[in-house]
């Protein structure tokens, strides 16, 4: 019962850090050449679609460090979806985010 209990306890807490997560305003990725700040949130006012992004990420807190960790996302893999969109948004001559490294990683 005491098992069952804490099982549910910790799912339930899982699911609401999860939430707030994805409510956050940044989430800051830890990167080899330094740290990179995804402002989630504007992404979210912007694109109103979640899925252009999590088509390829899980929508879960620590999702793409997860699947670095796991094999089966590179680094590369998930800078390229970021740098891919911010560059057909300048050649649209659509405000654009970063697309030179130093403009994301940050020492």
Do not use: N, R, Y
């Not at 949130?41 to 960790?69: N, P, R, T, V, Y």
Request: glycine share 8%.
């Amino acid at each position: 019962m005491i098992k069952k209990a804490i099982v549910v306890g910790v799912s339930v807490l899982s699911v609401a850090f999860a939430g707030a997560a994805f409510a956050a305003d940044s989430i800051v990725m830890k990167g080899p050449f330094g740290d990179v700040a995804f402002p989630h949130k504007a992404h979210q006012d912007k694109l109103k679609d979640c899925d252009a992004c999590h088509k390829q990420f899980a929508k879960e807190a620590g999702s793409i460090e997860k699947a670095i960790a796991a094999g089966t996302l590179k680094k590369k893999d998930a800078m390229k979806v970021c740098v891919d969109c911010h560059k057909a948004d300048k050649a649209k001559g659509a405000a654009a985010g970063p697309v030179g490294c130093k403009e994301c990683h940050k020492k």
